[in-house]
């Protein structure tokens, strides 16, 4: 019993976001593909390192363009709510998450050299302690009004985004003169768009807005690959115009978020429950997004997405002819 009093009491550890990120990672791909995800850090952290070295002007864009998708993310956390009232520490934790994502930014601009840019992108940590705006009403109405009614997942990002989404693709367009800064800002807008498609419509819905499966998701991935390529065209082709000899880099980061976006809704239907919101999905879209990004490997979402469209559409078979659910 005396020693009873010399125990002491360790609280949870604030790597415990981390941690939990490990274990979806793990479950969600086997070694090769944890492999295949260091490679595409290593390969962003090499292209990030060669343009600043080249051009030093790179860095203060690459060290807001980071900053500003930290941000995008804590404002759209779906955990923010939960930690913050079940996890003890939940800021450091959170602090801890987004170190982790802005590390290969902060190595690759130190690594070139550009000290100046470093506080800044690693001030990301900070945001964990900061605001968040929360939304409420029917927002962007004036936007939704132009989306087809069977696209209800667009109409649910403008209603979720609007109008941070709405002023960050304004953004990439006014700043489309400059290398580096649009894409980024393009980059976060079609990672709020791949992320609407974890919300699964009532099973009714989905009866309702195609005769069949193969027809539903055609429409579906269709719908997608429109709604982006309106989105992303516009501000590549000005940056285009402002820097010529970029041409095939804008080109590939356009498929690469074009087909991103389609992968989305093809996983949002490889795992289809009635009701449901995949948030386990969201380890394949980092996969995806990683490689996405970088010009020419946008190949590999697109095989990812090949593979997951079997699934999809036995998933959605089952859907259109399980009269007990």
């Known amino acids: 019993m005396a020693n009873l009093g010399a125990v002491k009491v360790v609280g949870p550890s604030p790597t415990v976001l981390l941690r939990l990120r490990w274990l979806q990672l793990r ?17 962003a952290m090499w292209l990030m390192h060669r343009a600043v070295a080249h051009d030093a002007t790179y860095a203060p864009y690459l ?14 956390r779906p955990d923010l709510r939960f930690l913050m ?5 939940a800021r450091a934790a959170m602090a801890l998450e987004y170190g982790v994502l802005v590390l290969p930014v902060v190595l690759a601009l130190g690594l070139a050299g550009a000290w100046p840019w470093v506080p800044p992108a690693a001030a990301a940590m900070l945001l964990a302690w900061g605001p968040v705006v929360q939304a409420g009403g029917v927002r962007g109405a004036w936007l939704r009004r132009w989306i087809p009614a069977r696209l209800f997942e667009w109409k649910g990002f403008v209603q979720h985004t609007h109008p941070l989404g709405l002023l960050l693709w304004l953004a990439a367009l006014a700043f489309c003169w400059l290398p580096v800064l649009p894409l980024f800002l393009l980059g ?5 768009a791949a992320a609407a498609q974890e919300h699964c419509e ?20 269709w719908g997608a690959v429109r709604g982006m390529a309106i989105v992303v065209l516009p501000v590549l082709v000005a940056a285009t115009v402002f820097q010529p ?14 087909v991103l976006v389609a992968y989305a809704v093809v996983l949002k239907y490889a795992h289809y429950l009635p009701n ?22 946008s190949v590999v979402p697109l095989v990812m997405l090949l593979t997951e ?10 859907c259109f002819h399980a009269h007990h659910r």
């Open 27 to 43: 479950r969600a791909f086997p070694s090769y593909g944890l492999v295949l995800l260091a490679l595409a850090v290593g390969a």
């Open 63 to 76: 060290a807001g363009g980071v900053l500003l998708t930290a941000w995008g993310l804590h404002q759209r």
């Open 85 to 89: 009232r079940h996890v003890p520490r």
């Open 188 to 192: 976060i807008v079609a990672l709020m």
């Open 202 to 221: 009532p099973r009714a819905m989905l009866l309702a807005t195609a005769p069949n499966a193969r027809s539903l998701l055609r429409a579906k991935v």
């Open 245 to 258: 000899g970029w041409w095939w880099i804008h080109a590939l980061f356009g498929a690469g978020m074009v």
């Open 276 to 297: 449901a919101r995949l948030e386990a999905n969201g380890a394949n879209l980092a996969v995806a997004v990683l490689f996405a990004i970088l010009p020419g490997l």
């Open 309 to 318: 469209w079997p699934k999809a559409r036995a998933n959605l078979n089952a």
